[in-house]
T-cell receptor, first 110, second 114 residues
Framework: GESVGLHLPTLSVQEGDNSIINCAYS??????FIWYKQESGKGPQFIIDIRSNMDKRQGQRVTVLLNKTVKHLSLQIAATQPGDSAVYFCAENAGNMLTFGGGTRLMVKP | DAGVIQSPRHEVTEMGQEVTLRCKPISGHNSLFWYRQTMMRGLELLIYFNNNVPIDDSGMPEDRFSAKMPNASFSTLKIQPSEPRDSAVYFC????????????FGNGTRLTVT
């Protein structure tokens, strides 16, 4: 993913709705993908990962989908809560080097 | 598990001064990474170590930046002399040695160079 500079894409959702955050990755050789959540003043926090031999993986309230054909990754958050408000980063790993996308800001409206 | 510990949390210094950032990785993790985060460039990998040995420092901006890992539980990132454009949040992360294992980040050091 490319850095988006000063303007992070923002997704605004109503509390209780589902959220879908998308990420396009660049390296077709990437074989491992991670989603991170970053709250203000904190470091990125691991949410969920997926290897390239899978196309879906579920965690607690989160699901990651991988489409290798179009090099697309998505994070689905079920029943979004105010505590989910943060910046979300996807990261791709090729050759044990992790490269981060520019991030998406999720805002949850009460 | 205390997580990755970084110090200081905030550092304000004047241009030309030396700055040293510190990191204690998670015990048992064999790989350590230094990242820099800015609004303009996002998260950039500066350098990473495996078993205390620097593997890739191609992200280090210039010779003013240096990093060391004298043992498995401690690493430093030094900037000498510092410049205003070095202002950023610097993160340290660690991971286990197994291939495709996630990075665990510290809470960063916010550096301001005036």
């Amino acid at each position: 993913g490319e850095s988006v500079g000063l303007h992070l894409p923002t997704l605004s959702v109503q509390e209780g709705d589902n959220s879908i955050i998308n990420c396009a990755y660049s390296n077709s050789a990437s074989d491992y993908f991670i989603w991170y959540k970053q709250e203000s003043g904190k470091g990125p926090q691991f949410i969920i990962d997926i290897r390239s031999n899978m196309d879906k993986r579920q965690g607690q309230r989160v699901t990651v989908l991988l489409n290798k054909t179009v090099k697309h990754l998505s994070l689905q958050i079920a029943a979004t809560q105010p505590g989910d408000s943060a910046v979300y980063f996807c990261a791709e790993n090729a050759g044990n080097m992790l490269t981060f996308g520019g991030g998406t800001r999720l805002m949850v409206k009460p | 598990d205390a997580g990755v510990i970084q110090s200081p949390r905030h550092e304000v210094t004047e241009m030309g001064q030396e700055v040293t950032l510190r990191c204690k990785p998670i015990s048992g993790h064999n790989s350590l990474f230094w990242y820099r985060q800015t609004m303009m460039r996002g998260l950039e990998l500066l350098i990473y170590f495996n078993n205390n040995v620097p593997i890739d420092d191609s992200g280090m901006p210039e010779d003013r930046f240096s990093a060391k890992m004298p043992n498995a539980s401690f690493s430093t990132l030094k900037i000498q002399p510092s410049e205003p454009r070095d202002s950023a949040v610097y993160f340290c992360a660690s991971s286990s040695s197994s291939y495709n294992s996630p990075l665990h980040f510290g809470n960063g050091t916010r550096l301001t160079v005036t």
